[in-house]
Nanobody, 127 residues
């Protein structure tokens, strides 16, 4: 069973950095590729937006075009944790950030591919 818990969100100014963490309390973390998605404010009905994905081993990664060069996804399988380092944050990065687990190797950008989700952590970037 996969139980994901995100942390590290907060309120920051534009240009700042944040590092999000997502920890799995189970014992099968390395059996899943991981993804980060975000939900923009005021758009609860809109599908969550893919941010980044990483393979089971931590090798191959994938990013949404608007995050390339600013965000870095990584994982530590010994700690059952996946990270999202976010640099040069912009107001449009504001939203709830979710981590998700997928039993496939890597790295779907499709929301419905991921059967396991965390509860999300809020990121707010002020201008």
């Amino acid at each position: 069973q996969v139980t994901l818990t995100e942390s590290g969100g907060g309120l920051v100014q534009a240009g700042a950095s944040l590092r999000l963490s997502c920890t799995d309390s189970g014992r099968t973390f390395s059996s899943y590729s991981m993804g980060w998605f975000r939900q923009a404010p005021g758009k609860p009905g809109k599908e969550r937006e893919f941010v980044a994905g990483i393979s089971k081993s931590g090798g191959p990664t994938m990013y949404a075009d608007s995050m390339k060069g600013r965000f870095t996804i990584s994982r530590d399988n010994a700690k059952n944790t996946v990270y999202l380092q976010m640099n040069n944050l912009k107001p449009e990065d504001t939203g709830v950030y979710y981590c998700a687990a997928d039993p496939e190797e890597c790295c779907s950008f499709i929301y419905h591919s991921y059967p396991f989700w965390g509860q999300g952590t809020q990121v707010t970037v002020s201008s």
